[in-house]
């Protein structure tokens, strides 16, 4: 029954999302990131609405064409499965007995919506390595934010995870740790402006902080001495 031609509209949802997480690879990490969250103040949350809603489904939290790739492949995995297990169940497909079939339809696609704003992030930071530019100068100078617990220093073997908006407005989830010399620790949710890149990660110091003073100033003593 895994194969019965009543399976067909999952298999096309199911393609769809496979194509979409290509062009997510091809992009380095989806669309633009729809900036919900500032839009939803507290009144918001406690009357309800639609917005607070679009944010619990993952809108606004991670790149658009990275959320609707990861929703698509579930909804199609799920309906899929349901289909199958129920027709086993039921002796026939679900097409032939009568509400089963709309029931799958939608119980696939809320359990599809509520995983894909659990998992979306997650994917997008193993794919982010596909989307990087192998040279990675173009993230020097571009501001991030925190995704990680906070960010260790670089000296200290580990790294944490950073999202960061590059010149082209994409998203790209990176590995990233501080200068042996910063002193402020950045923890999940500040901003952070990458300044360099080694080996292993992205060099990132803390936004308005006195590390980005330092650095500020120590760059406009090099670019002083050269002129």
């Not at 009144?43 to 990861?70: C, E, K, S, Y």
């Not at 119980?107 to 193993?126: D, T």
Request: net charge negative; with cysteine.
């Amino acid at each position: 029954m895994l194969y019965s031609l009543a399976n067909l509209p999952y298999w096309i949802i199911l393609g769809l999302g496979f194509i979409l997480f290509i062009l997510v690879m091809a992009t380095g990490g989806g669309d633009d990131e729809l900036d919900l969250e500032g839009d939803v103040d507290a009144a918001d949350l406690n009357a309800g609405g639609v917005l607070p809603l679009l944010l619990w489904l993952g809108l606004g939290r991670t790149p658009l064409l990275l959320l609707l790739a990861t929703d698509l492949s579930l909804w199609g995995l799920l309906g899929w499965l349901f289909n199958a297990t129920a027709g086993h169940l039921l002796g026939a497909m679900p097409h032939r007995v009568i509400g089963w079939s709309g029931l799958i339809f939608l119980s696939s696609l809320g359990v599809a919506l509520y995983l894909g704003a659990l998992f979306c992030r997650p994917i997008g930071q193993l794919l982010a390595p596909f989307g990087e530019d192998a040279g990675g100068d173009r993230l020097i100078g571009c501001f991030g934010t925190v995704a990680s617990q906070n960010l260790p220093k670089l000296t200290e073997g580990k790294v944490g995870q950073v999202d960061v908006t590059d010149p082209y407005n994409s998203l790209v989830t990176i590995s990233a740790a501080l200068p042996h010399w910063a002193t402020f620790t950045p923890h999940r949710g500040d901003q952070v402006l990458v300044i360099d890149q080694s080996d292993r990660a992205y060099l990132v110091i803390a936004k308005d902080s006195a590390d980005e003073d330092r650095w500020l100033r120590q760059n406009n003593s090099i670019q002083d001495t050269r002129s």
